[in-house]
């Protein structure tokens, strides 16, 4: 049984009050939304960082969006949302091969475009297999003739697991380069709109470590608490923080807040322009 019964039906009532009914069910989805990932954030976590990293890859394309799409896929327990999605980045990845080099692939199967490839000496014996092994994972189950083949959870998993490192494996030995400057890496990360304040500093610290640069504070030391008089200087909702002057001290410091802290204070700044 599927049960889909997440939008209430307000037929008879006005629109303006559709409209608050409407707001006032949003807002009681996002819980639901955060209670689900936080009773299960450690499941999340640890999934995600079973995935090896890539680390740069200096092209764009729609199959590196497929590709985190994917990823995000697994984190969260979508084996087949995410076999599905790398089964059409290898074949995006391999239509751009066939462009950038001027081979015609129209109308051409993903198994006669692979082959095309090699053929042409594209891509390398490993690759192929790489591409085929991904392939034949995404016909399985995209095209399978039973159901018992999606309730076994374990081999899922390690199937999607298995896509997605195949994949990055093709990565690495069709695009990667070998020499990255770490500083317009940087630079690119900073001008990033897209991704939040911790995010951003997660994996700021991460790429100075390449470079030797270690910010980090060593993990056998414990949090420490200090006491202080603060002066608020400026509340950036864009990235969820809050930025205060130590007045004892003379140290500024940025504070993240947790989405529902960012939201309590937009609400209030919102009443008192009312």
């Known amino acids: 049984m599927y049960l889909d019964f997440i939008k209430a039906d307000y037929k008879g009532k006005s629109p303006e009050d559709i409209e608050l009914y409407i707001a006032r069910d949003k807002r009681h989805l996002g819980k639901i939304v955060q209670s689900h ?23 764009e394309g729609i199959f590196l969006n497929l590709l985190k799409e994917s990823e995000e896929l697994f984190s969260f327990a979508y084996y087949v949302g995410g076999i599905s999605l790398i089964g059409v980045a290898a074949e995006e990845l391999s239509k751009r091969l066939c462009s950038k080099n001027n081979v015609e692939d129209i ?13 042409k000496g594209i891509i390398i014996n490993s690759v192929q297999n790489e591409l085929h092994f991904i392939r034949k994972i995404r016909n399985d189950y ?12 374990d081999e899922l998993k390690q199937k999607c697991y298995l896509s997605i490192k ?13 020499e990255i400057d770490y500083s317009k890496v940087v630079e690119k990360l900073i001008s990033n709109q897209n991704i939040n304040f911790t995010d951003f500093k997660y ?15 060593d993990v056998k030391y414990a949090t420490q ?50």
């Open 37 to 59: 990932i936080s009773e299960e954030i450690e499941e999340i976590v640890d999934r995600w960082y079973e995935l090896d990293d890539i680390g740069v890859i200096d092209e």
């Open 107 to 119: 109308d051409l199967t993903q198994y006669k475009r692979i082959n095309l490839l090699k053929s």
């Open 142 to 153: 995209i095209h399978a003739n039973t159901a018992d083949l999606y309730e076994d959870l």
């Open 166 to 178: 195949s994949f990055k494996t093709i990565l690495n030995n069709t695009l990667k380069v070998d």
């Open 203 to 217: 994996r700021y610290r991460n790429i100075l470590k390449k470079e030797e640069i270690d910010l980090q504070i």
């Open 225 to 274: 608490v200090t006491t202080s008089i603060f002066k608020l200087c400026e509340i950036d909702l864009a990235f969820n923080e809050i930025s205060l002057l130590d007045l004892n001290n003379g140290l500024l410091a940025i504070i993240d807040l947790t989405l529902p802290q960012a939201k309590e204070i937009e609400e209030l700044r919102k009443e008192k322009e009312t």
